[in-house]
């Protein structure tokens, strides 16, 4: 009896910038730099699923500048709105 493999899932450098909400360049730069494991696949990168959950469990994810800070009464702070002087 012969054994079949499974092939890995593998994302698209599209795709882990959406999951990531990061810039395709950045992950590409990761991926350069061997943060995140890259596959060529032609011309194109693929990130493996393996590869891809290990950077997200040692990277958490930082919530917004305006959750970690609010301003008072939970309002974000910022400029001031601009008012027309009638």
Not at 12 to 26: D, G, H, K, N
Not at 36 to 57: D, Q, T
Not at 62 to 73: Q, S, V
């Amino acid at each position: 009896m012969t054994e079949t493999a499974i092939a890995p899932k593998l994302y698209t450098v599209s795709e882990v910038s959406e999951f990531t909400r990061s810039s395709p360049a950045s992950i590409r730069r990761m991926v350069r730099d061997g943060l995140l494991e890259g596959v060529r696949w032609g011309i194109e990168i693929r990130i493996p699923h393996e590869s891809l959950m290990r950077y997200v469990e040692a990277h958490p994810a930082k919530a917004p500048a305006a959750a970690r800070h609010p301003g008072r009464n939970g309002r974000r702070v910022g400029r001031p709105k601009k008012t027309t002087n009638a």
